[in-house]
């Protein structure tokens, strides 16, 4: 099993900027990618910003520019850096631990949520 542990999130003006961690621990498999996901009231579960296997990023379309993805490797923790938050950013905020054994299916792993909500 694999344990993930978030932490902040909360209220935001329009315009503020906030940061998410994530730590993992527990069975974290050799070959594995994090990220951040998000999930409005009414919609479905969303990427916000991931790493990819080979240690670049990617994020989704509504946030670059803005979101930066960090990762701190030897700490199995993952950041999200929210700058500029709209209102359209209010969700709850999952962490992602996605394992990829070399043999079989992968398995993802999801932090509690927080909930971050962008209002004035």
């Known amino acids: 099993q694999v344990q993930l542990v978030e932490s902040g999130g909360g209220l935001v003006q329009p315009g503020g900027s906030l940061g998410l961690s994530c730590a993992a621990s527990?069975?974290?498999?050799?070959?594995?990618?994090m990220g951040w996901y998000r999930q409005a009231p009414g919609k479905e579960r969303e990427l916000v910003a991931a790493f990819t296997l080979v240690g670049s990023t990617t994020l989704s379309n509504s946030v670059q520019g803005r979101f930066t993805i960090s990762r701190d490797n030897a700490k199995n923790t993952v950041y999200l850096q929210m700058n500029r938050l709209k209102s359209e950013d209010t969700a709850v905020y999952y962490c992602n631990l996605r394992n990829l054994p070399w043999r079989g299916a992968p398995v993802d792993y999801w932090g509690q949520g927080t909930q971050v909500t962008v209002s004035s």
């Open positions: 527990g069975n974290i498999g050799s070959r594995n990618v």
